[in-house]
């Protein structure tokens, strides 16, 4: 085996020792950290959902205010009646831009 490697040039063998091992290891460490971050999420969410039980999360749901868009249309639209359309003065030096109709 060793004799394979001195016939290799000496780029070859750098690559070798040194870049193929380098990209394996950033290779692997990519999925590994994936699993890893995975993991931490999957126990974070096991730790909130058994602090929230079945009935709890039940209550919750019942509580809940239905939503009616037509009515938050109607909240939002009374806000806007009062306000008048008023044009911002340009600030000095600023001309008024001319549009060509053709």
């Known amino acids: 085996m060793s004799s394979r490697f001195s016939n290799l040039s000496k780029q070859q063998r750098q690559f070798f020792f040194f870049g193929l091992p ?3 290891t950033m290779v692997g460490s990519t999925f590994m950290l ?3 971050t995975q993991t931490k ?3 974070h ?3 909130v959902m058994a602090q929230v039980s079945k009935e709890e999360e039940l209550k919750l749901d019942a509580n809940r205010k239905k939503l009616n868009l037509q009515e938050e249309y109607f909240k939002l639209a009374e ?3 009062d306000w008048d359309m008023v044009r911002v003065p340009r600030p000095k030096g600023v001309e008024e831009p001319v549009f060509r109709q053709s």
Do not use: H, S, T
Request: glycine share 6%.
């Open 34 to 36: 994936g699993q890893l």
């Open 79 to 81: 806000n806007e009646r």
């Open 45 to 47: 969410d096991k730790k």
């Open 41 to 43: 999420y999957d126990l």
């Open 22 to 24: 380098f990209l394996v």
